[in-house]
C-alpha cells in the first residue's frame, strides 16, 4: 500500500471496470515532465512506502531541474521482468541456487520467488547450420533440442517450480519481437490497480517496447534476479534528451535508414546514461513499426532508454496484434487522464534537445565494425577500399579488375586483391576476393518486428528472380524472422517462393547471426578463406557488428536494412557498388540495377495493407506459452528444489553463496595485485562475455573434452551460460581480444607472472595460479569499457577469474552496475589521465587504499591507487549510489537480496 502522501490516489473508470490509479497531477511540476519522468513519478507514487521512497523522493521528480547533473537517487520498481534463454537459464539457476542457500541458512526455500511477472523467451539457441533449402527450418530445430535438451528440462522445472515465471519456448520468435506484439500491456492491470506497463530485461534491446510507450531497458541477469525477487532498481533520476522528429522519410530510404542515422547522432551527442524521448510533428508521422526499431538500437547509442509517447498510432498497433478492446480503452483513457499522451506541439522540459528533418535521411549501412560507423549507401564501395586496408597484410598488392562483375566479386585499381579459386560440391567453379559478402542475413528483432522492411526485402527478391537473379554461390543467406506472423504475412502475400528462389529459405524464429549464431560457412568457403587470409564480410540487417561476433571466419560486419541485404546477397562483394554498378545480367544479358528491383513505397505499403491481419497474430499468440510436443515431451523433475546432475555439462550449480553467512565480511583495501589484462578502448562485453563456437584448443574446449564432449557437440557459450566452469573458461577469450600486456597475441592470452618473467599463458589459465597464490587481479581498460549487449556473464566471468578491481577511463551504464553486483570495484582514471599518461605497462603491482570506508556506511569519492613502481594517482570511485554501495558491501546483489529475504 502506497503512504499516499499527495492524496494521489483515485479511480478510473473504463467501460464498465474501475480501476485505481494514482493521479500525477497531484504532484507540482508534474506537467512540465517528459513523458518518462512522469512514468517514473507514477511508479513512485504508487510504491511510496515512506523508507525506501518517501514524499521527498516523489518531490525531487516534481521539481526536477533539467539541467542539472544527476544526483537524487530514486528507488525504481519495474511491473515486470523479461528475459531471453541465454541470459534467462543463469538467472534461473542462480534462483535455484538461492533456494537451496536460504534453506541452509535456516531460511524458507519458497520466498525465492518471483514477485512481480517474470517472462521468458527461448530464442538464442537456435543456430543457422543449415540453410538454402525448404527443410533448413526443420533440420535446425532438431539440432537446437539436440544440443539443449538439459537447458530447456531446465527451464521446463522452473516454469512449473516458480510462480509468475512464464517460458516462450523454441521456435516461437525473438524475445523483443513477441514483447511488442504479444507480452507488453502498455498500462498494467494487477490488483485492481492500472498503472504504466514498465520492465527490465536481460538483454540490452529491451528498449525495443520503447516504441509502444513502456518505459523498459536492459540490465544484467544479476539486475534481473534481484528485480523478480521485489527489489526496487536503484538509479539516479537522468537527464533526458529532447529528440525533436519533423517532416517524413523520402521515398527509397527505411526504418534502418532511419535508425542508423539516428545512432550515429546520438553516438556523436554523447547519451550514455541519459534517457532519449522522441517529441515533435515528425512522432506522429512515425509508425509504430518504425519507432519500435528506433527503440531497439537505444544500446548502439548508449542511452538508458529512447522513448516514445502513447498515442494513436500506439493504439492502431494493438488492436492489430489482437490485444482485446478493454486493453486498448483502458491504455487510451489512463494516458489521456495521466498526461501521458503525446501532444505533437508540445515543448516538455528536457536536458538536451537534437533535432532531425526526416526528409534528410538517406540510405544508408553501417561497419565494418560498429553500429555508429554509418555509411551512406553511395559510399560505401569508396569506404570498403579504405577499411579493408585494416584488415589484409601489409605486403598485400593493389589487384586490378580480373574478372566480369556479374560471377565473381568485382575488384577495383588500388584495392587489395587476393582472387582465389573455389570448388563446389558439384564439381563447379567460382572466384571470391576480399569483401566477397559470405554471409547475408535477414536476422535480429530490429528489423523483423517492421513489416515495411521485411516485405520490401521480400518484393527486391521478387523482382530479382523475376529479371533471372539470384545469389552468388559463396553468400550464405538466411532468413529468421522475430515471430511466425512474418511468415504468415509472406505466405499469404505470395512472396515466399522467391525468397525460397534467392536463398532466403526460413532457418529459425530466433536471433541466428545477430547474436553470433550464424552456423558454419559451407566448408570449401571457410577453408578458401582461412588457407588465404581473405577479408570477407557479412551484411545482416540486426543491430550488433562487433569484431568477432558474427562469424569467426568474417573479419568485416555490415548492417544493413533487409532489402539491401538481399541486393549484397545477389551483388556478391563489398566491392560492387550497387546504387550503380549492375548486379547481375537478366535473362537477355541485360544489366539488372538495385534501382530496377527496388519496390516502390506504395508497392510495400500496398502488401503490408493487404496481407496483415489481427487473425495472424491471434493465431500465433493463442497459445504461446504451451509449446509444441516436442517441448511438453521433455521430462523435468518435481520439487522445489532443482536435482542438480553432476554429470551436466549444461547446468551446474554456481559458487557464489559457497561459506556465506548471514553476517557481512568487512570490506578490505586490495594489496599487491596483479594486471590480468590491458585493454584499449571500446572494449564490448564481446570481447569480455563468452560467445560464439568454442574452440577444441582452448581451456573451454579442453575442459568439454575431458567430460567426453565430442567437438560437434560443443554448441555455444551461449548455450552453456549455465555452466559456470565453462563460462569462467571463456572470459576475455573473443578471438579479436587485444591483451596488451601480451603483444602479438590476439585472443584470450595474458601473461602470467607467477611464472619468472611472465611467459605468455591463456588468461584462464593465469587466473587459476594467481588464485592459487593468494593475488587478487585488476583490469586496465580505456573508453567506453563494457559498452555492448547486457551480458551478466562480463562481470561473473571477470569476478570468477579472481577481478577485484577494474580501472577504466569511462564505463557504459550496464556493465559498470554489473561489476558491483558481483562485488567487482569499478574505478576510473583521474580526468585527462589514462594509462598511458600515467606510464603504466600493466607489468606493475597494484595497491588500492581507502576503500574500506566504505564499512563506515559512506562511499568515497576516490581511492589512492599505487604501484611498485611509484605510479600513484586517486582513481574514482564508480560506485554511483547508495544502493550500490550496499552491494558492494555485502560481497554483490545476490548475497545482498538473500540477507534481505532470510530477515523478513
Known amino acids: 500500500m502506497s503512504a499516499n502522501s499527495f492524496d494521489a490516489r483515485s479511480t478510473l473508470r473504463v467501460g464498465d471496470e474501475s480501476y485505481e490509479i494514482f493521479k500525477l497531477d497531484k504532484v507540482e511540476g508534474s506537467a512540465r515532465l517528459p513523458y518518462s519522468l512522469k512514468v517514473l513519478l507514477e511508479n513512485l507514487l504508487r510504491t511510496e512506502d515512506g523508507a525506501n521512497i518517501t514524499a521527498d523522493h516523489i518531490r525531487a521528480i516534481g521539481g526536477w531541474d533539467s539541467q542539472a547533473q544527476p544526483s537524487q537517487e530514486i528507488q525504481f520498481t519495474p511491473a515486470r521482468v523479461i528475459m531471453q534463454d541465454f541470459t534467462g537459464v543463469p538467472c534461473v539457476v542462480d534462483l535455484a541456487t538461492m533456494r537451496e542457500a536460504v534453506k541452509e541458512l535456516g531460511g524458507d526455500p519458497a520466498k525465492i520467488n518471483p514477485l512481480a511477472p517474470a517472462e521468458l523467451v527461448i530464442d538464442h539457441s537456435v543456430i543457422a547450420d543449415k540453410f538454402g533449402t525448404k527443410e533448413a527450418f526443420g533440420q535446425n530445430v532438431e539440432l537446437e533440442y539436440g544440443r539443449n535438451k538439459e537447458r530447456y528440462q531446465f527451464l521446463r522445472w522452473g516454469q512449473t517450480a516458480f510462480d509468475e515465471f512464464k517460458v516462450v519456448p523454441p521456435g516461437t520468435g525473438i524475445v523483443h519481437q513477441v514483447n511488442i506484439e504479444h507480452l507488453a500491456r502498455t498500462v498494467m492491470v494487477r490488483n485492481g490497480q492500472a498503472y504504466p506497463d514498465t520492465l527490465v530485461g536481460t538483454d540490452s534491446h529491451t528498449t525495443m517496447v520503447n516504441g509502444l510507450g513502456v518505459l523498459g531497458w536492459g540490465v544484467g541477469g544479476i539486475e534481473a534476479e534481484a528485480a523478480m525477487l521485489g527489489q526496487p532498481v536503484s538509479m539516479l533520476i537522468p537527464r533526458v534528451v529532447g529528440f525533436k522528429l519533423t517532416g517524413e522519410l523520402p521515398a527509397g530510404t527505411t526504418a534502418t535508414d532511419l535508425v542508423l542515422t539516428i545512432t550515429e547522432m546520438l553516438r556523436k551527442h554523447g547519451v550514455v546514461g541519459k534517457f532519449v524521448e522522441f517529441y515533435g510533428e515528425g512522432v506522429a508521422a512515425t509508425s509504430l513499426a518504425n519507432r519500435a526499431t528506433i527503440g531497439n538500437m537505444s544500446p548502439e547509442f548508449g542511452s538508458t532508454a529512447a522513448i516514445f509517447p502513447i498515442d494513436d498510432e500506439t493504439l492502431k ?97 588500388g584495392v587489395p586483391s587476393k582472387p582465389t579459386t573455389v570448388t563446389a560440391p558439384d564439381g563447379s567453379t567460382y572466384e571470391i576476393d576480399h569483401g566477397a559478402v559470405t554471409v547475408a542475413a535477414i536476422t535480429s528483432c530490429t528489423n523483423t518486428s517492421n513489416p515495411y522492411v521485411m516485405v520490401a526485402a521480400a518484393l527486391v527478391a521478387k523482382k530479382a528472380v523475376e529479371k533471372g537473379l539470384t545469389r552468388k554461390p559463396w553468400v550464405k543467406t538466411t532468413l529468421a524472422p522475430g515471430s511466425k506472423v512474418v511468415t504468415d504475412y509472406f505466405d499469404k502475400a505470395g512472396l515466399t517462393p522467391y525468397l525460397d528462389k534467392v536463398g532466403f529459405n526460413l532457418v529459425g524464429y530466433g536471433c541466428t547471426t545477430c547474436i553470433g549464431n550464424s552456423g558454419p560457412l559451407p566448408e570449401e568457403v571457410s577453408k578458401a578463406v582461412n588457407e588465404n587470409d581473405l577479408a570477407v564480410t557479412s551484411v545482416l540487417s540486426g543491430n550488433r557488428n562487433f569484431e568477432g561476433r558474427i562469424n569467426p571466419d568474417v573479419k568485416m560486419n555490415y548492417l544493413a536494412s533487409p532489402p539491401l541485404v538481399v541486393a549484397y546477397a545477389i551483388a556478391g562483394s563489398m566491392k560492387v557498388d550497387i546504387t550503380k554498378d549492375a548486379l547481375g545480367v537478366d535473362q537477355d544479358g541485360k544489366p539488372v540495377y538495385l534501382t530496377d528491383i527496388w519496390p516502390s513505397e506504395a508497392e510495400v505499403n500496398d502488401v503490408v495493407a493487404n496481407a496483415i491481419g489481427e487473425d495472424m497474430f491471434n493465431k500465433s499468440y493463442q497459445d504461446v506459452f504451451a509449446g509444441d510436443a516436442q517441448w511438453q515431451a521433455l521430462p523435468i523433475p518435481t520439487g522445489n528444489t532443482f536435482e542438480w546432475d553432476s554429470e551436466s555439462t549444461y547446468v551446474r550449480k554456481p559458487p557464489y553463496f559457497e561459506g556465506m553467512t548471514m553476517e557481512t565480511t568487512p570490506v578490505e583495501d586490495i594489496t599487491g595485485a596483479r594486471v590480468l589484462a590491458k585493454l584499449g578502448d571500446s572494449v564490448t562485453t564481446d570481447h569480455i562475455s563468452p560467445a560464439g563456437a568454442i574452440k577444441a584448443d582452448t581451456p573451454a574446449g579442453k ?56 611467459p605468455v599463458s591463456f588468461i584462464y589459465d593465469a587466473s587459476q595460479n594467481y588464485q592459487a597464490a593468494g593475488t587478487p587481479l585488476a583490469i586496465l581498460a580505456g573508453k567506453e569499457y563494457g559498452s555492448g549487449s547486457s551480458r551478466d556473464w562480463a562481470a561473473k566471468g571477470t569476478a570468477l577469474l579472481g577481478v577485484k578491481a577494474v580501472i577504466a577511463e569511462s564505463y557504459e551504464r550496464i556493465h559498470r552496475s554489473n561489476l558491483i553486483g558481483m562485488g567487482v570495484l569499478p574505478l576510473q582514471f583521474p580526468e585527462g589521465q589514462t594509462a598511458e599518461t600515467l606510464g603504466l605497462t600493466g607489468e606493475e603491482t597494484f595497491s588500492f587504499t581507502g576503500v574500506t570506508e566504505l564499512n563506515n556506511g559512506t562511499t568515497p569519492r576516490t581511492v589512492k591507487v599505487t604501484t611498485d613502481t611509484g605510479v600513484e594517482f586517486d582513481g574514482v570511485v564508480r560506485i554511483d549510489t547508495p544502493g550500490e554501495a550496499d552491494y558492494y558491501r555485502n560481497g554483490g546483489i545476490l548475497q545482498y537480496v538473500l540477507r534481505s529475504l532470510i530477515r523478513k
Open 703 to 758: 575442459y568439454l573434452t575431458e567430460h567426453g564432449i565430442e567437438r560437434r557437440d560443443f554448441n555455444s557459450y551461449g548455450s552453456r551460460r549455465g555452466n559456470h566452469e565453462v563460462m569462467i573458461r571463456g572470459t576475455f577469450a573473443n578471438i579479436r581480444l587485444r591483451n596488451q600486456i601480451a603483444p602479438g597475441t590476439e585472443g584470450g592470452y595474458t601473461r602470467d607472472f607467477t611464472q619468472g618473467d611472465g
Open 317 to 413: 498497433y494493438l488492436r492489430l496484434t489482437g490485444r482485446d478492446e478493454q486493453q486498448v480503452a483502458l491504455v487510451e483513457a489512463y494516458a489521456k487522464e495521466q498526461g501521458l499522451w503525446l501532444d505533437p506541439a508540445a515543448e516538455p522540459d528536457f536536458s538536451e534537445k537534437l533535432e532531425l528533418d526526416l526528409s534528410t535521411v538517406v540510405p544508408s549501412i553501417a561497419g565494418p565494425k560498429r553500429p555508429q560507423d554509418r555509411i551512406v549507401l553511395a559510399n560505401a564501395k569508396e569506404q570498403f577500399a579504405r577499411d579493408v586496408r585494416n584488415y589484409v597484410s601489409d605486403d598485400e598488392e593493389a589487384g586490378k579488375e580480373s574478372f566480369p562483375a556479374s560471377d565473381s566479386p568485382a575488384s577495383s585499381n
